[in-house]
């Protein structure tokens, strides 16, 4: 999307697991080989419409080379903007979005669909009647070879839009915003050839229904995404902020579009929260680096004043749908909190290696547990734990019927041969199955179901009274879903260090050894 092969293993880095940089690098390098192979083909005219395409790059050379110490409080002013525009622009999603969940969505697609068709005709509507309502403006002088025309050809995007104008030599500076893609809305209010290319109350005009259609349209059922929408969000009050700054400091060399990328950077700094992979893409988006002291600024500030009331747009909606997602940190009351603190209020449902098959239907009807202990008895009788059964996979087993037994004692080996691995991975493109899809006799509810071969027997576990903060990092950097708690255990059956996990080979894997069984046995 963006041409570079550096900037999506970052976000990974960020947003993900580490040990993807890798993988995501190489698709990346793969990806830009292919797509500006295939611009160079498009550019003969082979492609029709399809080559207009090509990577998102609003190049500002040629504009603002520099900035004074001056600068720096109008900058810090579209941080604050950005931090407050941003910050209030999750918290109107969150709302809506609850309202969508609670009441719009539970009457069916037919209402999401009207829903998308409403907005969709809106958001045309007012597009269109608004620069109706605006008068044009005579076309400025500009430079020969600028290779800007002022208006634009018929049919073509680019500055300069005559839109109704009465004369060929005007043109209507908010239908300028609005006919044209927001590739090229973008870049022209990025542009540093065009001076009093817009007014100020057709910029704050656009302000105003963009963020309130913005608002309204995320969350419906369209693919529609939010960082293109921000830069055109935060692009047109920093032009708004460049005007100012060039009628007041009227001897220094200012540019309206240098102030509308460090808006566009502001905003989503204020809303999606992302600071490093931020500062990288407005970079490489605009191919100016001199900028890049005034970027990490509005960032830092824009940040800061959004923290100040939520969290970021995804957070908030990744909480809103239940995605239990951890922050970076444990807070600071969980490191004197032990593991059995967090879970003396539950209640541990297990199930027996053996059980029937009545049993576990209860068990999946009454709770919505996403995993169980499964216990057994040992030689002396006490109970032992033996491992973790995962809901989807009961579930399987239960719909499948083959693994029944009449008696309720442990099953043979050759019990996994009657299923394929593909058996237990949920279809990406459903919910997988439900405890309501699962019908059975009432003599197939009489009949028993080793789980033992289908347990995961070695999960991860944790004694009671291990620090909180401990566990929270478990679950942080494993990516785990449960952790099982036990007592204090009594004696030690050995102790692994680094050197334990080093492996000697001499060329045959069979004769492959741990490093400590021919080292030294210091510790």
Known sequence: ??????????????????????????????????????????????????????????????????????????VAIIGVIGGLLGALF?????????????????????????????????TSTVSFVLPLLRKCSPCPELEANSGIQCPHPPGTDGNFVNF???????????????????????????????????????????????????????????????FVPGIMIGSTYGRLVGMSVVKFYKKLNVDEGTYALLGAASFLGGSMRMTVSLCVIMVEITNNLQLLPLIMLVLLIS????????????????????????DSRPKQIMRNMSARDAC?????????????????ISVLRSN?????????????????????ILRSHLLVLLQSKVDFQN?????????????NFSDFVKPPSSKGKSIDDIHLTDDELGLYLDLAPFLN????????????????????????????????????????TRKDLLLEEDGDIATTELQSTSSSPER
């Not at 809305?185 to 704050?204: C, D, G, P, V, W």
């Open 1 to 74: 999307m963006f041409g570079s092969c550096a900037l999506e293993p970052l976000m990974t880095v960020l947003m993900w697991r580490s040990h993807l940089m890798w993988r995501v690098f190489f698709t990346s390098a793969v990806v830009a080989v292919v797509v500006r192979s295939a611009m160079n083909w498009c550019n003969s005219g082979k492609c029709g419409h399809f080559g207009a395409g090509g990577f998102i790059i609003w190049d500002i050379s040629g504009g603002q080379e520099d900035y004074s110490y001056q600068e720096l409080l109008p």
């Open 164 to 226: 109704y104008c009465s004369k060929d030599n005007e043109y209507n500076d908010l239908a300028t915003i609005f006919f044209n893609s927001q590739d090229d809305a973008i870049r022209n209010l990025f542009s540093a050839k065009t001076f009093h290319e817009y007014s100020a109350q057709s910029l704050i005009t656009f302000l105003v229904m963009f963020y309130s259609l913005a608002v309204v349209t995320f969350g419906t059922a369209v693919p529609a995404g939010q």
């Open 368 to 388: 919505n547990h996403n995993g169980f202990p499964i216990v057994d008895r040992g030689q002396n009788g006490e109970q032992l734990v033996i491992g973790l």
């Open 303 to 326: 940040k800061a004043v959004g923290d100040f009331f939520n969290e970021g747009l995804y957070e908030e909606q990744a909480r809103l749908k239940g995605i239990p997602l951890l």
């Open 407 to 419: 008696t309720p004692f442990p099953c043979g080996p050759g019990v996994l041969n009657r299923h």
């Open 90 to 122: 999750n918290q109107l999603t969150l709302y809506i979005t609850k309202w969508r969940r609670t009441y719009l969505h539970k009457k069916g697609k037919r209402v999401q669909i009207f829903e998308a068709c409403l907005i969709s005709l809106i």
């Open 344 to 360: 003396k209020n539950q209640k541990v449902v297990c199930l027996p290696r053996v059980s029937r098959v009545v049993d576990i």
């Open 457 to 496: 027997p070695s999960p991860y576990i944790v004694p009671e009274d291990m620090s909180l903060a401990k566990v929270y990092n478990l679950f942080r950097q494993l990516g785990l879903r449960h952790i099982f708690v036990v007592p204090r255990p009594s004696r030690v059956v050995g102790l692994i």
